[in-house]
Nanobody, 116 residues
Framework: QVQLVESGGGLVQPGGSLRLSCAAS????????MAWYHQPPLKQRHVVAS???????IYEDSVKGRFSISTDNAKNTMYLQMNNLKSEDTGVYYC??????????WGQGTQVTVSS
């Protein structure tokens, strides 16, 4: 079982930036397609960005041009650079495998609040 630990969230004003990190307990990014999930308040979790084992990123339309997903295999860490943040980006962010197959146990997530 892989353990995932998300960090980097916080309170930011609209238009601001944050970089989220996802630290994994093993060398998984070369093997699996991974994703960042967003769970807005009172709503279901959904994928906003994913990255294949070969490093190809895929973005949900609402974050295209604003978010950037990347991995550092040497550090077993995945990142989500979030720019031009909007109020609708508020929520808890999680990382895990893509949702088309089994996922690992969920981490605690990291809270992002976009508010003036």
């Amino acid at each position: 079982q892989v353990q995932l630990v998300e960090s980097g969230g916080g309170l930011v004003q609209p238009g601001g930036s944050l970089r989220l990190s996802c630290a994994a307990s093993g060398s998984i990014f070369k093997v699996y397609t991974m994703a960042w999930y967003h769970q807005p308040p009172l709503k279901q979790r959904h994928v906003v960005a994913s990255i294949t084992s070969g490093g190809t990123p895929i973005y949900e339309d609402s974050v295209k041009g604003r978010f950037s997903i990347s991995t550092d295999n040497a550090k077993n860490t995945m990142y989500l650079q979030m720019n031009n943040l909007k109020s609708e980006d508020t929520g808890v962010y999680y990382c895990n495998r893509e949702p088309y197959g089994p996922v690992w146990d969920w981490g605690q997530g990291t809270q992002v609040t976009v508010s003036s």
